[in-house]
């Protein structure tokens, strides 16, 4: 059985918590993590490059010059890409780079990175996260007693002060546990778990 310490926003262990092994203690297949990590990535990108082709320039579609007998090379429309002003030839366009990821491969490679976590030691349970107003001199003040800095929260449902008090604080980010994914908990030294959202993790992630 694996068990997560659980400690109060002053520092001090409160408790011990029970966590799933299928869930915190499997086996790590980089592969797959990079996969997810890629597609992610790939779906965050707008693809609005776009140029004009010799059919969206706006010219006139009037041979230049006769073909014969002037001495010059043979041309056509004014729109040709080899022409200044003329359309570009094979560049940019709108296109989509999002790729599909099967949804077990996507569950497997959440459950990686969380194993990860928790083997390296960098996995926080608190008890309450909860701020009674919107002030982020407390919030770095609980951090500090956690002794974290870069750190991806994790809770169980929306909570505006907390949203706000951490909000522009470098190297910390809030997310709820339905959104929980590998890229944050990848690109972030620790992770920090509210008491119930480890609970909420634990039954998305079980079956």
């Known amino acids: 059985m694996a068990f997560l310490d ?43 490059a776009s140029s004009k082709n010799r059919s969206r320039v706006k010219a006139s579609t009037q041979k230049l010059w ?11 429309a004014s729109s ?6 003329g359309g570009v030839a094979f560049g940019p366009m709108p296109r989509d780079y999002a790729f599909k990821v099967n ?9 990686m990175a969380l194993a990860d976590k928790f083997k390296a030691g960098q996995i926080y349970v608190v008890d309450d ?14 951090l500090r007693n956690l002794e974290l ?17 951490s909000s522009n604080v ?5 997310v709820r546990a339905e959104g929980l994914n590998v890229y944050d908990i990848l690109t972030h030294e620790s992770l920090l778990l509210i ?12 079956s």
């Open 195 to 206: 008491e119930p959202a480890l609970g909420v993790i634990e039954e998305r992630l079980v």
């Open 170 to 174: 470098r190297n910390v980010k809030l």
């Open 103 to 111: 949804k077990k491969v996507r569950k497997s490679a959440l459950r």
């Open 6 to 48: 659980v400690y109060n926003v002053n520092g001090e262990k409160v408790s011990q918590r029970d966590i799933k092994e299928q869930v915190f203690n499997v086996a790590i297949r980089e592969d797959l993590i990079h996969q997810v990590a890629r597609a992610q990535l790939a779906s965050y990108r707008s693809g609005t």
């Open 129 to 142: 996260l909860k701020m009674e107003e919107i002030k982020t001199k407390n919030f770095l003040g609980i």
């Open 66 to 76: 006769r073909q014969k007998g002037t001495g010059r090379a043979r041309v056509g």
């Open 149 to 165: 800095e870069n750190v991806l929260i994790v809770t169980e449902k929306r909570d505006e002060n907390l949203e706000k008090s």
């Open 80 to 85: 040709s890409p080899t022409r200044r002003g």
